[in-house]
């Protein structure tokens, strides 16, 4: 069995010599200094956009996008909201985050019978709530109700707060054994809203905050 393990071994390594000398086939030697070059960009210098144009487009090959959701994306990212809430965002309408479906979908956790969302109220109140279809729909609705430029930044930002404080009260109620009514959740996303507008829009987020609320 260990000569066997040996042999085996010794091919994986001729395999692996075989590519690297073909791959360095064509490659011409200089003796000028090596430097790092970005290749997603002309001038070889690193940029955002570069790496996001990349990433985007890895990820709408498995899932392609149409012109609306496209739309919708360029939008977020003119958000005032932190770069982290903006990043979240992103990840959640690409289907990306560990949600308890993907995670099964995964292999990481077992299919349950029970799985809805641990923070709908909706079914125990026996209310039947009429909203937009997907998440793509519900930031078009907020972005076209808004009336001005200044007031569509605020209500883009309020949602960036809502789907992050959302997605932070579902963790904890999931792994750290806690708990929020939804109406202490409206609150926190009344609060956050409020710290982001006077850091990053330097205005009152008073006219906002009452109309989405």
């Known amino acids: 069995m260990s000569m066997e393990r040996d042999e085996l071994h010794d091919l994986w390594e001729t395999v692996l010599l075989d590519q690297l000398t073909l791959s360095l086939a064509n490659v011409n030697f200089s003796s000028a200094e090596d430097i790092w070059v970005w290749g997603l960009e002309e001038n070889g210098l690193f940029s955002v956009k570069s790496t996001y144009v990349s990433l985007s487009a890895e990820i709408n090959i498995a899932l392609p996008l149409g012109d609306f959701q496209e739309e919708v ?13 903006i990043a979240f965002a992103w990840q959640l309408l690409h289907d990306r985050i560990p949600t308890r479906f993907n995670l099964e979908r ?10 809805d969302c641990v923070l ?9 709530i009429i909203i937009p ?12 109700a808004a009336i001005g430029k200044d007031h569509r930044k605020g209500v883009r930002l309020i949602w960036n707060a809502t789907v992050w404080l959302i997605w932070k009260a579902r963790n904890d109620t999931l792994f750290g054994n806690g708990f929020k009514e939804a109406e202490q959740v409206v609150e926190d996303i009344k609060r956050l809203s409020w710290r982001w507008s006077l850091a990053r829009l330097k205005m009152s987020p008073l006219f906002t905050v009452r109309m989405v609320c």
């Open 73 to 85: 994306f360029e939008q977020i990212w003119k958000s005032p909201a932190p770069s982290k809430s």
């Open 106 to 115: 995964r292999g990481v956790l077992q299919p349950v019978e029970f799985s």
């Open 120 to 128: 709908c109220v909706g079914g125990l109140v026996r209310l039947l």
């Open 133 to 144: 279809p997907n998440l793509f729909h519900m930031f078009a609705c907020l972005s076209d």
